[in-house]
């Protein structure tokens, strides 16, 4: 498992290059990380050379691989090298990525800047890039030398954003911790305590990775919400006004899922509406169009937790637990999409 | 270690597929695979889809990736699905990195259908394509599930080929084995073994793979002859009839280190003119222009054991016995491609 470090970044990341010797280093950033993340970062390195990239999961492709492998290349980068990646889930995905590929793979850290990659995509090993439409499509699972948490960088953020990441904390209460889901469930976003939900998230996550590392079995419990989540994020990546962020997309799957759960009878009346009345007043209502949900569907199809044409699942059966492996039926993907749009 | 099957293909076909159930199964060839060998393997196989490339070294780019990404993805490949390489080693690299990437991994095996794959490319996990013109720039080590070699396919491969891959198989014996080096260097190519050297260089890379999978020390020796036949065969890449297999640079580079071996007084006189007679005996002399030995020193630079600008070669300190890491001076090299060209 990857050393994850809770600290303000000059600790962090002094004490990680203690006694290393990189031949070079070199930082990946988009434009937001450059100005609002790097100044912090570039005090506590030594000499190091920078690749920025364009924000937004749109950008997370193999041509921007390319440009990035190429940039390594013109930077001479040997397999003594360091790539740092400071920024969110796509700095971090297809940063990871192109460390892990490059002469078979250099060493690599994630800084993750957004409360969504603090609490969940920097913690894992998952990487990738986007491909055909289809999210983290192509990667490899490569753990990074370490990952850097220091909660400060969340003060750059947009609210929207801290909400997005706010759904991955959620999930990991509802999948293995009632008790702190009872405590969240009663405050709103602005009064949550982010700095001990991280720690809280990162722990479980850990917890969970280290038990099956490529996602064969218990792993495929934090994809909770994703099956559905996951197929409405991508089926709004290019509709413009209408895209989600990956969180808002989470919530909405994570109330669908828990309604086919309370469905399948896996968790009784109450516990469902529980969730829901939360997520909604969090989250309030995506609009989602009828006439899109059969193309949503067909997204699920492409899932990677699938085998053959059967979508597989993972279904919370109780507050604080979760199956994985659950089959879901077309049919009752369907029922969830009209219940969440109130049909 | 990747199981290895030295046998009829449709005995190690049948056995490795005994109890496996994927839910799909995709073959990867090239237009001579097709032809030559896919029949055979066909015939052996369940009901599966076919991926056809364009052959060649130039071929194995991100770009190809992108096809068979693509048409993997159209044939809706999950995570238990199954893509069989079938040919030499562009194949076998590149549909390896292909298995090892799409959604984060499927299970792959090896079917090298040339002598050089067979007793090489196909052993040890190494995978990936070439970029910017440099050979195997970005790649994952990754372990096939199996690789399953039959001798019986070498009697459709052209003479130079042939020869290309026995470069390798005197590697094997130069660095590791001197019995094996004193049975070979009597014979002419057509009146070699090749069934026994096949198993004996499997044999070989196996042992040292399994030591040190990812290069960090021992592997490195498989690397003699490659660091000046690597930049020659990638400096010739794009130079129309000068282009030369891979084992024709390896021999030339072996010669060209061997020099350097004496040099530095790691072997003597006649064991380097030994290995020169019989080196120049198969391979001739390979026809580098002095105009380009600047550009092909270049070239060493980018190679994946240097460490910062030194480059580091892996060295024999005797037949049967060889050093990794080990400093070689631009002026080294350059009187080593000096002494080749027979200035």
Redesign the interface.
């Known amino acids: 498992m990857a050393q994850v470090i809770i600290d303000n970044i000059s600790n962090s990341l002094g004490s990680f290059l203690e006694g290393k010797y990189y031949?070079k280093i070199v930082v990946l950033v988009d434009e937001h990380t450059k100005k609002f993340c790097y100044p912090i970062v570039k005090s506590n390195l030594p000499n190091h050379k920078l690749i920025t990239i364009k924000s937004g999961e749109h950008n997370k492709t193999?041509a921007t691989c390319?440009s990035i492998?190429?940039q390594m290349?013109n930077f001479?980068l040997?397999?003594?090298s360091l790539l740092i990646n400071l920024g969110g889930g796509v700095i971090g995905d297809m940063g990871g990525f192109c460390a892990?590929?490059?002469?078979?793979?250099i060493d690599f850290i994630q800084i993750p800047t957004t409360l969504l990659s603090q609490v969940d995509a920097s913690v894992g090993g998952?990487?990738?890039i986007d491909?055909?439409g289809?999210k983290?499509?192509?990667?490899?699972?490569?753990l990074p030398n370490a990952v850097l948490i220091d909660a400060f960088f969340l003060q750059t953020l947009p609210k929207n954003e801290l909400r997005s990441g706010f759904a991955e904390i959620i999930k990991h209460c509802l999948i293995r911790d009632k008790n702190k889901w009872n405590e969240i469930k009663v405050k709103d976003l602005i009064n949550q305590d982010l700095a001990d939900l991280i720690k809280h998230s990162v722990e479980i996550k850990k917890a969970v990775v280290a038990e099956d590392p490529?996602e064969k079995g218990l792993r495929k419990i934090l994809n909770f919400g994703h099956t559905l989540g996951h197929a409405i994020e991508t089926f709004y990546l290019d509709k413009g006004k209408k895209r989600l962020l990956h969180g808002e997309a989470i919530a909405a799957g994570m109330i669908m899922e828990s309604y086919l759960a309370f469905e399948k009878k896996m968790i009784d009346e109450k516990t469902f509406l529980d969730i829901e009345e939360f997520l909604f007043t969090v989250y309030g209502r995506v609009e989602i169009d009828q006439i899109d949900f059969e193309n949503i569907l067909a997204l699920t199809?492409?899932d990677?937790?699938?085998?053959?044409k059967i979508v597989r699942a993972a279904i919370i059966d109780g507050i604080g637990s979760c199956q994985y492996d659950v089959s879901l039926s077309k049919k009752e993907m369907l029922r969830a999409l009209q219940y969440y749009k109130g049909i």
Chains 1, 2 share one sequence.
Not at 304 to 308: A, T
């Open positions: 031949s193999i390319q492998w190429e290349t001479e040997d397999r003594h892990a590929t490059y002469k078979r793979g998952k990487l990738g491909f055909l289809f983290n499509h192509i990667g490899v699972f490569s490529t199809q492409q990677k937790k699938n085998k053959g």
